[in-house]
């Protein structure tokens, strides 16, 4: 059976091994530094079902620096949509082209773009639904 770890832990994989350039890090579940200004990617898992074929959904948030823009002549800072969108299509492709176990299924939605209220940045929300039929268990 396969728990929220190793859904995280197989997606944290898929991610980390094509060495996607970021200015900051991978972080899985909650470990991302609160202050952290930097290009960063969140993987979390908020569900996987007991059923057979296991069920589950995963998010990979993007989060990006906002950047300074002039906007009537006023310098604001806006969304780094360029940077957002490089970084989701990126990632996109590796899960729609993942190897992942045989019997595992990634269905990945497109991103959603969303205002960190906290700092000046914004992330892109990609939410992944699994579908987890292994021909070997995990434990094996």
Known sequence: MYTKFDTNQLMYNIISDAGISIT??????ENRPVNS????????TIDVTNATPQR????????VPDIMAKVNKTSVKIANTQRLES????????IENA???????LLPSPPNIIAEDTMSQHYAGIRISWVIAPQIPINQ
Do not use: M, W
């Open 24 to 29: 900051g890090k991978i972080y899985i579940d």
């Open 87 to 94: 970084l989701s299509r990126q990632i996109l492709s590796l």
């Open 56 to 63: 589950a959904t995963s998010n990979v948030l993007i989060f």
């Open 37 to 44: 200004t930097l290009e960063d990617i969140v993987i979390n």
């Open 99 to 105: 190897t992942t176990p045989s019997g595992i299924s």
